[in-house]
């Protein structure tokens, strides 16, 4: 099964890309996740399988050549990582009435709406996935989630990030850019760390900490980042949900849900860490649009009903744990 396309109900093709276009404009700035994942469009009548294949390394030489003795050649090898793909949507109906007298114009704040729920979802999905892998730190003393009572601090990332490096994890260097096209830009080499908003204050208290008004040789990746620590760019967004109360029964001066720490997840990402299927050009996302109208069907033969819809297929899959680290801390409630 595939993208089944852009469906624009019985509104003028003209009319309908524009509502898709602007609907995909609009969710592409919402989506920060998205932009160093690996992508994978989806082809066509290619089942519901989506696959990376990945090289595996050579082995370290580490034995002499024999004087006249050729080596047994090495053989390329691939890894299969697999995911299967799900499909989301929704739906918002209007009437007749809200048509002919509303002097807003509804199918346009209905395509927003419908746009940020997307990428809403997007981000829901690929945080659902990527903060459950294996690599994990806890701050502080603490040994597993249920213990964790300690904010972040600066020796947390310098962990993860000597935890990437032994791994042979790359920076990243490259991002996807900001249109509907399948198409990246290059960045300054650096690893980058994902978080919740509410982790704001204790990345900006941290030793070595440059806010992006000080960057002087490279510009921020997104709006959505704040500044960076050694090597690693912050990048800060509400929709990173914290573990809510997961943490231990020890609240002082952290942020809880008023008998346990909530534990929030600080992900230190390297290039190649995980994929997604993306929600990028005209056949990624199905939207359709149903206007009233008189006669049309049985179950409407009054014309009093409409719609708007949207629909599209997507998975996100960690491609290597060894290559991402995530960091379980509290967040300091000052």
């Known amino acids: ?26 969710a592409d700035s919402q989506l920060v996740l998205e932009k160093w994942a690996e992508v994978q469009p989806l082809p066509k009548n290619k089942g519901l399988t989506i696959k990376w294949r990945r090289p595996i390394p050579f082995d370290v030489i580490d034995t002499q050549l024999t004087e006249g003795v050729t080596p047994a050649p090495q053989i390329l090898q691939y890894e299969d990582v697999t995911a299967t793909i799900a499909q989301y949507g929704a739906w918002v109906p ?6 002919d007298t509303h002097e807003d114009p509804n199918l346009s704040v209905i395509t927003e709406l419908c746009a940020k729920q997307a990428a809403d979802t997007k981000e829901a999905i690929i945080w659902g996935v990527i903060r ?16 964790v009572t300690a904010p972040i601090v600066l020796d947390d990332i310098v962990a993860g990030v000597r935890e990437l490096k032994a791994n042979h994890a790359h920076k990243i260097t490259k991002v996807l850019k900001a249109s509907s096209n399948i198409a990246t830009e290059p960045v300054n080499a650096s690893f980058v760390a994902v978080s919740h908003v509410n982790m704001e204050a204790d990345f900006r208290n941290m030793d070595s900490f440059v806010p992006v008004e000080k960057y002087a040789s490279f510009s921020p990746i ?3 980042e704040i500044g960076k620590v050694n090597e690693v760019r912050i990048i800060l967004t509400p929709h990173l949900e914290p573990f809510f109360g997961a943490g231990s029964a020890t609240t002082t001066g952290v942020l809880n849900n008023g008998a346990n720490v909530d534990v929030y997840v600080t992900l230190v990402i390297a290039e190649g860490a995980y994929a997604v299927t993306p929600l990028r050009g005209m056949e990624s996302v199905a939207m359709g649009v149903k206007n009233p109208k008189m006669a ?20 996100a899959k960690i491609l290597n744990d060894a290559w991402m680290v995530r960091i379980e801390s509290a967040c300091s409630a000052f």
């Open 1 to 26: 099964m595939a993208f089944s396309g852009t469906q624009y109900g019985d509104i003028s093709p003209r009319v309908g890309i524009f509502a898709v276009t602007k609907m995909l404009a609009y």
């Open 94 to 99: 209007f009437t007749d009435v809200i048509q």
């Open 132 to 147: 459950a892998g294996t690599n994990v730190y806890y701050s502080g003393s603490a040994t597993t989630r249920a213990t």
């Open 222 to 224: 997104c709006d959505q």
């Open 296 to 315: 049309d069907s049985y179950e409407d033969p009054l014309g009093q009903r409409g719609f708007v819809s949207w629909k599209m297929w997507y998975v």
